[in-house]
């Protein structure tokens, strides 16, 4: 089974950006994948998907500020946020089938 290991989370001020990435230890080019996003004790959401063809998906209230992206030759999967709100505060998984990353906290607060 793959494994998963997220990076580029931390703090950030509400307007700005971040780039977050999820590193595969093995080739990815053959699955689906995804971000999820975890605040508290809630329920884990699925925000944004991305197929073996590259289409991506995301839910409704992230359009046009979030985008995943892929790169199978990097083993990498990629997750640009921008104008983050403190809604967007969270922890974020990648995850590829039934592997799942440790996450990575993404916090935005002036």
């Known amino acids: 089974q793959v494994q998963l290991v997220e990076s580029g989370g931390g703090l950030v001020q509400p307007g700005g950006s971040l780039r977050l990435s999820c590193v595969a230890s093995g080739e990815i080019e053959w699955y689906p994948m995804g971000w999820y996003r975890q605040v508290g004790d809630k329920q884990r959401e699925l925000i944004a998907h991305?197929?073996?063809?590259?289409?991506?998906k995301y839910i409704n209230s992230l359009k046009g500020r979030f985008t995943i992206s892929r790169d199978n030759a990097k083993r990498t999967l990629y997750l640009q946020m921008n104008v983050l709100t403190p809604e967007d505060t969270a922890v974020y998984y990648c995850?590829?089938?039934?592997?799942w990353g440790p996450g990575t906290q993404v916090t935005v607060s002036s």
């Open positions: 995850n590829a089938l039934d592997a």
């Open positions: 991305i197929d073996i063809g590259g289409t991506a």
